[in-house]
T-cell receptor, first 114, second 111 residues
Framework: GDSVTQMEGPVTLSEEAFLTINCTYT??????LFWYVQYPGEGLQLLLK?????DKGSNKGFEATYRKETTSFHLEKGSVQVSDSAVYFC?????????????FGTGTRLLVSP | DAGITQSPRYKITETGRQVTLMCHQT?????MFWYRQDLGHGLRLIYY???????DKGEVPDGYVVSRSKTENFPLTLESATRSQTSVYFC??????????FGQGTRLTVV
């Protein structure tokens, strides 16, 4: 079945450092790919998405490019802030899932220090 | 208020008790989902629904029951709570092709 693998955390960075969180997936066809963010004590919020190969999703300085050839959707940000500290989830919605199900990775905690 | 709301936010219950977690959305989204979040597992799908009176099992349905008599509500019932069901539960809703919107979560502790 469909699955998502993302790097284990926590990822600890200093403010203004470059961020990469790796995400790879297994799915048939052409899934849609997502990054969700969860701030402490809150639910998940959509951060960005890409629906076809070579699409780049971007939001709040975060970017991720849908790479079909490497089945990857790595999250990047050029300069992180303390306020970016959160848990980040990579997810996919497969093309064979008639019920619009999202399949999530295990999440990566990001800790940014001043 | 518009959006998706879960209640209660926190719940402590005893082993063997029945407990129901509520989820209500105001967008009239067709699809609704229940996930549980556990360390090391991320979010795992328990049950989902494509419309009123249409539900199906997800990855970890054992011990849970759902119903969807109205489009806006999707309650999750633990028939006889076990300690392994201690978790944070998230409800979500979406329309076809759209992003999923999540509630704030319910932290359930089974003692």
């Amino acid at each position: 079945g469909d699955s998502v693998t993302q790097m284990e955390g926590p990822v600890t960075l200093s403010e203004e450092a470059f961020l990469t969180i790796n995400c790879t997936y297994t799915a048939t066809g052409y899934p849609s790919l997502f990054w969700y963010v969860q701030y402490p004590g809150e639910g998940l919020q959509l951060l960005l998405k890409a629906t076809k190969a070579d699409d780049k999703g971007s939001n709040k300085g975060f970017e991720a490019t849908y790479r079909k050839e490497t089945t990857s959707f790595h999250l990047e940000k050029g300069s992180v802030q303390v306020s970016d500290s959160a848990v980040y989830f990579c997810a996919l919605r497969g093309t064979n899932t008639g019920f619009q199900k999202l399949v999530f990775g295990t999440g990566t905690r990001l800790l940014v220090s001043p | 208020d518009a959006g998706i709301t879960q209640s209660p936010r926190y719940k402590i219950t005893e082993t063997g008790r029945q407990v129901t977690l509520m989820c209500h959305q105001t967008w009239s989204h067709s699809y609704m989902f229940w996930y549980r979040q556990d360390l090391g597992h991320g979010l795992r799908l328990i049950y989902y629904s494509a419309a009123a009176d249409i539900t199906d099992k997800g990855e970890v349905p054992d011990g849970y029951v759902v119903s969807r008599s109205k489009t806006e509500n999707f309650p999750l019932t633990l028939e006889s709570a076990t300690r392994s069901q201690t978790s944070v539960y998230f409800c979500a809703s979406s329309e076809s092709g759209s992003e999923a919107f999540f509630g704030q979560g319910t932290r359930l502790t089974v003692v």
